[in-house]
């Protein structure tokens, strides 16, 4: 079906997001409408190479492998420093469907440099491969490996956070509510640091306004990604995948949720930001003006997306310190 009625969002973003979309057309990698999932993974690889370059540098960096119900799943663990300080496990985006390790290094390397605490990214098993609930059991198989072994990698596990952007923002609450309803001792989730996530809502205003070729966000885009997750139309309730259907009421981690102005998203993060305030669950907001979906890659060229990253760090510290 044709989309009619969409704001032309093209004419209001940021001059800088602007600046964004000019030089991703330039360098643009050609994918015809029926390549497969193989060829879409490596082309996204080697589009997102330019943006992941000059990140901050790292006292060292650790490549993992841990063995999870499903098999062995890769990891890397940031150092920004010689402290052994808490732990954020970090949820790539990319529809479930794409991304990896190096796709999202830069994001990784700047949230450690802010927040002065190890990030360990999770290199899930994508789908179509995998389906709804693997993913989130490999994150939870990941923390309780960290968890055991907490000192032979020098991490302090007794407080953690997760972090996650778009698809990986769902994995992220995701993960930490299966913890929590599951009583499954990992550390204290301190935070959880949600960055232009979906949440579950099927039809929002936002999704009927935004989305189009310059983010990968019309209706079948949506629907196509949540195809490729889910093993079956029930899974659509499930308070893992439509994170509404949990109980959001009590024994919440505090939440960060960003997102974007032009999203068609955004009224999945709206909504779950109105949930938590209700409840009085420790949350806070904030939209960052003039950008699209996916924003936060783009650090090199955009101040919003440093900033975004800067502001979610300086959240979980505060948490941190609430803790104390």
């Not at 370059?53 to 960096?61: D, E, R, S, V």
């Not at 890769?74 to 469907?97: D, K, Q, W």
């Not at 629907?223 to 959001?248: G, R, T, V």
């Amino acid at each position: 079906m044709k989309q009619v009625n969409k704001v032309n969002v093209l004419e209001k973003i940021s001059s800088e997001m602007r600046e964004v979309l000019c030089v991703q057309k330039e360098n643009a990698i050609p994918i015809s409408p029926d390549s497969d999932n193989s060829t879409i993974r490596l082309a996204y690889i080697e589009e997102r190479k330019y943006w992941n370059l000059h990140g901050p540098q790292m006292m060292k960096t650790i490549h993992e492998k841990v063995m999870t119900a499903y098999g062995e799943i890769e990891t890397r663990i940031y150092y920004p420093n010689s402290e052994t300080s808490a732990v954020i496990f970090y949820l790539h985006g990319g529809g479930f469907i794409v991304g990896n390790l190096d796709t999202h290094d830069r994001i990784m390397r700047l949230l450690a440099h802010y927040s002065g605490c190890n990030v360990i990214g999770i290199d899930y098993t994508l789908s179509p491969e995998s389906k709804f609930p693997q993913a989130i059991e490999e994150t939870v198989d990941i923390c309780r490996h960290f968890h055991q072994h907490a000192a032979d990698y020098h991490l302090n596990m007794q407080s953690i956070g997760f972090a996650g952007d778009s698809a990986g923002a769902m994995l992220a609450i995701a993960s930490g509510l299966w913890l929590r309803d599951r009583g499954i001792d990992c550390g204290k989730v301190q935070g959880i640091l949600l960055y232009y996530g979906l949440y579950g809502l099927q039809d929002s205003a936002s999704r009927r306004l935004y989305g189009g070729e310059w983010d990968g966000l019309t209706g079948p885009d949506i629907a196509m990604y949540q195809n490729a997750y889910l093993a079956s139309d029930d899974d659509k309730e499930s308070p893992y995948y439509c994170i509404f259907n949990n109980d959001l009421s009590q024994k919440m981690p505090a939440c960060f949720i960003a997102s974007a102005e032009f999203d068609p998203l955004i009224d999945d993060s709206i909504a779950l930001y109105r949930t938590l305030s209700e409840h009085q669950q420790p949350c806070r907001y904030q939209m960052y003006p003039g950008t699209l979906h996916a924003f936060l890659h783009y650090s090199r060229m955009m101040e919003s997306a440093d900033q975004a990253l800067r502001d979610g760090a300086i959240y979980f510290r505060e948490q941190l310190q609430l803790a104390l």
